[in-house]
């Protein structure tokens, strides 16, 4: 467990920051090439000013990478709280990932008849928020079947993988 938290208190500062720069250079790709104007690039007679955003567009992407392979980890570890949180159990079968499908319908269904309820109650401010709340489940919980499918599917592979590396091994034994 603190090998856990000291990954997170990692992986959220550099998640931060990580998204600065792509903010950084979202806001430079917008503004930076309108200063080249027409400037072309000697040699290869092409805009400088689209060369310019190419390359802020490259770094932008570079460190929007590096953002959401620590916004997985996060997300990871936070399906997993809120799953833990719904009362789920901690396993990792067919049987749960269907679970997390009736939840998601269940869910579905509370949200139709609940957001016209709060709109005519607590205005448009209510129905949005738990529409978005509803969405924010939906999603933790479509996350979490795809991780246990995800799961499942590693596991065959893996066996699949060991009973072909068996029959290989017997089979270059007996051409020797």
């Known amino acids: 467990m603190v090998a856990l938290s000291k990954e997170v208190q990692r992986r959220i500062p550099r998640l931060v920051m990580n998204l600065v720069m792509v903010f950084i250079f979202w806001i430079l790709t917008i503004y930076v090439p309108q200063t080249l ?94 529409f978005y709340i509803a969405l924010a489940l939906i999603i933790i919980l479509i996350y979490d079947i795809g991780k246990i499918i995800y799961k499942i599917i590693e596991e065959k592979a893996e066996v699949l993988a060991e009973k072909i590396a068996k029959v290989a091994e017997e089979g270059g034994s007996k051409t020797e």
Do not use: C, H
């Not at 990871?76 to 079968?93: F, N, P």
């Not at 319908?105 to 008849?113: D, R, S």
């Open 37 to 130: 104007g027409n400037y072309q690039v000697p040699g290869i007679n092409y805009p400088a000013s689209q060369i310019v955003w190419l390359i802020t567009i490259i770094i932008m992407i570079m460190f929007l990478a590096r953002a959401l392979s620590d916004a997985f980890f996060l997300g990871d570890l936070l399906t997993d709280i809120v799953v833990k949180r719904l009362g789920i159990k901690e396993e990792r079968s067919p049987k749960r990932a269907l679970r997390d499908l009736i939840y998601i319908i269940a869910i579905v269904l509370v949200a139709a008849a609940a957001i016209p309820l709060l709109r005519g109650v607590g205005g448009e401010i209510l129905s949005i928020a738990a």
